[in-house]
C-alpha cells in the first residue's frame, strides 16, 4: 500500500516511505499527518532536528513545533503563523530539569514544577548566561518561558528530539486554538512539514502562564492549571491584566482567538438568527447550539470551548446566522481561563 493522500496531506504509513519521494512531496508544500507510534514520532523528531515545522499534540491544545535553538526554524514558526510580531513563544522540554538547565529557578519554580509538571503550567524565568535558545524564541528578551506537557506522546516526541522545542499553538494567528489534528490542517496545511495525531486534546485551553522573573508571581494568561490550585502552593499571585502585563505577554493582547462571526458575551436571551454557545441547561430559540457541559462543569467546558467555536462558526455561517450568543460562565476552576478566551473572542477587530 502506498502512502494516502487527500487533499494537500500525506498520510505516511507506519512502516514509512522513501525519504527521497518524502522530500519531494514536501518541497512540494504538502503536510504529512503521522500517526503518535514509535515510526511517526521519530519521523517528527528527525524532521524538527533538521529545522523543519511539525505540529504535535499537548494535553492543553496542538502545538506548532521548532528547534528552540535553531533561529531560522523559530522564525518559519512566525511565517506559518502569519504572527505580525515576535512574540515571545513558549520553550517545551521532557522534564523539569531539562527545563531548569535553561534558566533560573527560584523555590517558587520548584515548588510548582513539582506540583505541576508534567501539566498545563508555563513559567517565565531569568535565562541562564549559557542557554542555547535561540534569541528570537524569546522575542529577544532575557526571560523563557519553560514548560513540560502531560502528553504520553507529545513527551516521547520532546524526548526524541533531545531538544527544546519552541510551539505557540498551531493556528493561523488570530485564529481559534486547536484541539485536533483537523484543525490544525483546517489553517496550516501546506505550510508545515508536518502534524503528529494524537486525537483530540484533554484540556483544550492554553497553558497557564506565570511570571516568576520578579520578586512578585504574575498571572500573564489564565489557562489550564487553575489560579486556586497555583496560590495554594506559592501564595498570592498577582493578576496580570494590567498594561504593563500585556507588554510583557504580547498573546494577551486584543483581539485572538476569534470566528469570523460576532460573538456576544453573557448572553441571558438569544435570537433564532444566533447560534448559541450553552454553558448549563442551553436557552431556547437558538438557530444553532453548540453545549460545553451540560451540568456546568467548567473542566468538560474547557475542553470543548474551541471545538465548540468552530462548530458554531461554521454553521451559523452556513445558516447565514448573525454571531454567535454565548451564556455566562462562572470564574471558577477553568472558567477564569474560559473566560479570558471568550472576550478575546468577542474583542473588536
Ligand atoms: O498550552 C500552551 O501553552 C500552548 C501549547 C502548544 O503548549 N502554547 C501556547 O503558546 O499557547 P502561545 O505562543 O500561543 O502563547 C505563549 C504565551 C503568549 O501569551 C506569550 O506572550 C507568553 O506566553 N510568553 C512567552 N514567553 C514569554 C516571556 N518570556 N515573557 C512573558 N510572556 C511570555
Ligand atoms: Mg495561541
Redesign the pocket.
Given at each position: 500500500m502506498g502512502p494516502l493522500t487527500f487533499g494537500n496531506t500525506r498520510f505516511t504509513p507506519a512502516f514509512g516511505a522513501l525519504p527521497c519521494l518524502l522530500s519531494a512531496v514536501i518541497d512540494r508544500g504538502m503536510t504529512e499527518l503521522l500517526r503518535d507510534d514509535e515510526t511517526g514520532i521519530s519521523r517528527a523528531a528527525g524532521l524538527l532536528r533538521d529545522g523543519a515545522l511539525v505540529a504535535f499534540g499537548?494535553e492543553?491544545?496542538?502545538?506548532l513545533g521548532a528547534d528552540a535553538t535553531n533561529a531560522d526554524a523559530v522564525a518559519g514558526i512566525f511565517a506559518a503563523k502569519g504572527r505580525p510580531h515576535f512574540?515571545?513563544?513558549?520553550c517545551?522540554y521532557d522534564s523539569a530539569d531539562a527545563a531548569f538547565r535553561h534558566v533560573v529557578p527560584d523555590a517558587r519554580a520548584q515548588v510548582l514544577a513539582a506540583a505541576f509538571w508534567p501539566g498545563?503550567l508555563?513559567v517565565?524565568l531569568p535565562r541562564r548566561d549559557d542557554c542555547p535558545v535561540a534569541l528570537l524564541t524569546?522575542?529577544g528578551?532575557d526571560?523563557?518561558?519553560v514548560?513540560v506537557?502531560a502528553h504520553r506522546s507529545g513527551l516521547a516526541l520532546l524526548r526524541a528530539v533531545g531538544r527544546p522545542v519552541a510551539?505557540?499553538?498551531?493556528n493561523r494567528s488570530g485564529q481559534v486554538?486547536p484541539t485536533t489534528a483537523a484543525h490544525v490542517l483546517a489553517g496550516l496545511e501546506g505550510r508545515i512539514a508536518a502534524i503528529v495525531d494524537s486525537g483530540p486534546c484533554v484540556v483544550g485551553v492554553?497553558?497557564t502562564?506565570l511570571?516568576l522573573s520578579g520578586p512578585q508571581a504574575v498571572l500573564?494568561?489564565p489557562?489550564?492549571a487553575t489560579l486556586e490550585a497555583i496560590e495554594a502552593a506559592i501564595g498570592p499571585v498577582v493578576q496580570g491584566a494590567t498594561p504593563g502585563a500585556a507588554l510583557?505577554?504580547?498573546?494577551?493582547l486584543s483581539s485572538h482567538y476569534a470566528p469570523s462571526l460576532p460573538v456576544r458575551l453573557n448572553a441571558e436571551k438569544v435570537g433564532a438568527d444566533e447560534a448559541l454557545l450553552a454553558f448549563g441547561a442551553p436557552l431556547s430559540g437558538a438557530g444553532a447550539t453548540f453545549s460545553l457541559s451540560a451540568n456546568g462543569d467548567t473542566a468538560e467546558a474547557a475542553a470543548r470551548l474551541f471545538e465548540g467555536l468552530r462548530a458554531l462558526d461554521t454553521e451559523g455561517r452556513r445558516l447565514g446566522l448573525r454571531g454567535i450568543a454565548v451564556m455566562p460562565v462562572p470564574a471558577t476552576g477553568l472558567g477564569l481561563a474560559i473566560r479570558d478566551r471568550l472576550q478575546r473572542a468577542a474583542a473588536p477587530r
Open positions: 499537548t492543553t491544545v496542538y502545538g512574540n515571545p513563544l513558549i517545551h498545563p508555563t517565565v524569546g522575542a528578551l526571560t523563557l518561558a514548560r506537557p510551539a505557540p499553538s498551531a486554538s492554553e497553558s502562564v511570571d500573564l494568561r489557562g489550564g510583557r505577554s504580547p498573546g494577551l
